[in-house]
């Protein structure tokens, strides 16, 4: 069953969400919404290695928040509601050089005023590079 609040959500809808957001300015795509999962890819480049020429730490946290953010969005009326990020953590298990990361996030807890997102990240030989767990609250809007 779909957790989407329309499940007649469609990628370039996601997308569109992107420009002129920090994921925007990563590269990150949003390319695939199932019915209980939302993956996107980032390039691994310029705009999100370290100085050691790895994968930074902080844009695997910024792909992980970006799946999690976006999907609690769609999870709830945002006729009624917002999310706000609440915390987020990040295990780093490998380091990537460059190509592209590919994230999926699937719901761990999607309450009334909590959503808890699992997010893994894998790179292109579907290595983990990453672990990541994301709490969003639930706001009504004023």
């Given at each position: ?10 990628v370039p ?11 925007g ?23 999100t ?13 910024a ?12 999870v709830?009326?945002?006729t009624q509601?917002?999310?706000v ?20 996030a699937?719901p ?19 290595k983990?590079?990453?672990v990541s767990?994301l709490t969003?609250?639930?706001l009504?809007?004023?």
């Amino acid at each position: 069953m779909p957790i989407w609040f329309d499940p007649s959500i469609t990628v370039p809808q996601l997308q569109a969400l992107v420009p002129g957001t920090m994921g925007g300015v990563l590269g990150i795509e949003l390319t695939e919404i199932g019915e209980n999962f939302l993956r996107a890819r980032m390039p691994v480049d310029e705009r999100t290695r370290q100085p050691y020429g790895l994968l930074h730490g902080g844009a695997s946290a910024a792909l992980a928040e970006t799946l999690g953010s976006v999907a609690s969005a769609f999870v709830i009326d945002q006729t009624q509601y917002y999310c706000v990020g609440l915390e987020i953590n990040a295990n780093h298990i490998r380091g990537v050089r460059d190509g592209y990361v590919y994230g999926t996030a699937t719901p761990l807890h999607l309450g009334k005023t909590t959503h808890v997102w699992d997010i893994r990240i894998y790179d292109e030989r579907e290595k983990l590079v990453c672990v990541s767990r994301l709490t969003v609250a639930i706001l009504r809007k004023p």
